[in-house]
């Protein structure tokens, strides 16, 4: 089945340092991505969506500039989170279109800002 | 705007009883999709099973079936024969028009005791 590899798993970061997340559709090709964040005990809720070779769109209130993202192969998205602080610390997750009903996530990324 | 309400915020079952995860959803869209995903705690999101709005029949995928009540816009899961490793944050989500977005609800905690 259709697999997206998504890592670091966990990462602890010093604040005000940039942490880069990788997504990658890893036995299809995925033109069209998407990022969420989760905070504990609560739902996911969609940060951007990540187009390949084309900006992305993020959801009202997400920053831009704050939370970059890259799209530039069929494979490959990633999300990076610029001079982190502590209330960025949260469970990171993304997913793609595998073709099938329901899209396919990766495994999540623990982010801890301290 | 499309929303997803899961009112239970912590369900208990006894092993090998079945229980029923409540979703209800409010979309103007007239073409829609309805999922209920699984994330234990490790952080991944299981796909487990997928409704399209002008499906006929509900779905069903080995132990879970999803009771599609489209006129009450309910879509709720029903695991059967609950095991112990069906202890999980179930989530229900909804994809719009375009298949392009997920909206999840808030989520669900299962509790399976033996």
């Known amino acids: 089945g259709a697999v997206v590899s998504q890592h670091p798993s966990r990462v602890i970061c010093k604040s005000g340092t940039s942490v880069k997340i990788e997504c990658r559709s890893l036995?299809?090709?995925?033109?069209?991505m998407f990022w969420y964040r989760q905070f504990p005990k609560q739902s996911l809720m969609l940060m951007a969506t990540?187009?390949?070779?084309?900006?992305?769109?993020?959801e009202q209130g997400v920053e831009k500039d704050k939370f970059l993202i890259n799209h530039a192969s069929l494979t490959l998205s990633t999300l990076t989170v610029t001079s982190a602080h502590p209330e960025d610390s949260s469970f990171y997750i993304c997913?793609?279109?595998?073709?099938?009903?329901?899209?396919?996530f990766g495994s999540g990324t623990r982010l801890t800002v301290v | 705007a499309q929303k997803i309400t899961q009112t239970q915020p912590g369900m208990f079952v006894q092993e090998k009883e079945a229980v029923t995860l409540d979703c209800t959803y409010d979309t103007s869209d007239p073409s829609y999709g309805l999922f209920w995903y699984k994330q234990p705690s490790s952080g991944e999101m299981i796909f487990l099973i997928y409704q399209g709005s002008y499906d006929q029949q509900n779905a069903t995928e080995g132990r879970y079936s999803l009771n599609f009540q489209k006129a009450r816009k309910s879509a709720n899961l029903v695991i059967s024969a609950s095991q112990l490793g069906d202890s999980a944050m179930y989530f229900c989500?909804?994809?719009?028009?375009?298949?392009?977005?997920?909206?999840f609800g808030s989520g669900t905690k299962l509790n399976v005791k033996p």
């Open positions: 990540s187009n390949e070779g084309s900006k992305a769109t993020y």
């Open positions: 997913s793609a279109d595998s073709g099938g009903y329901g899209y396919t």
């Open positions: 036995d299809f090709q995925a033109t069209t």
């Open positions: 989500a909804m994809s719009g028009l375009n298949f392009n977005k997920f909206y």
